[in-house]
């Protein structure tokens, strides 16, 4: 949301501002980080399974020579929750997903791979390639039809990447 926060809106000032952002910022509760087990955790946010954690998963996805799709939440973002609900449920996103290593980053676990990253809403889709490079981003809440073209998006360009002859540097 390039830098800028809602702090607080009124009325129907707020709600058309929320409708047109599509997203939460970063302004949510101050929770202290989580710790997490050595195993490899996997949740579920709709109908998509993600490793937890932003350094497990792109291990994960170096090793496997797979695309990255890193899904940036927050257990406070409304729209998050949403988007998991709605787009992470329809049939054409769920089947995309799995030509990705789906990584799941809680802003409240992991605000030093937001800052990183340069993430200030939510949600965020990162997707990157299998050695972690940037190839599209998408901020804000989407709708599963727009999800299937910036999934289909970031792979083409990962095609693009690995073309047979290209020298990677």
Not at 3 to 25: E, S
Not at 64 to 85: E, G
Request: glycine share 8%; hydrophobic share 45%; net charge positive.
């Amino acid at each position: 949301m390039n830098g800028f926060r809602i702090r607080a809106l009124a009325g129907p000032t707020c709600v058309a501002a929320l409708m047109f952002l599509g997203g939460c910022d970063a302004s949510g509760p101050e929770q202290a980080p989580a710790a997490g087990p050595a195993a490899v955790p996997i949740v579920a946010r709709g109908a998509i399974s993600f490793v937890e954690g932003y350094d497990r998963g792109l291990a994960l996805a170096k090793n496997d020579r797979r695309p990255i799709l890193v899904f940036f939440t927050a257990s406070w973002c409304q729209y998050c929750h949403q988007m998991a609900n709605e787009a992470f449920t329809q049939n054409q996103v769920v089947n995309l997903s799995r030509q990705f290593l789906c990584v799941l980053v809680d802003a409240d676990a992991e605000p030093q791979v937001c800052r990183q990253l340069n993430v200030r809403g939510f949600p965020t889709i990162q997707f990157l390639s299998p050695d972690g490079g940037p190839l599209h981003r998408v901020v804000g809440k989407r709708p599963g039809q727009q999800l299937v073209i910036d999934m289909q998006t970031a792979l083409q360009a990962v095609a693009r990447l690995y073309q047979p002859g290209r020298v990677l540097r």
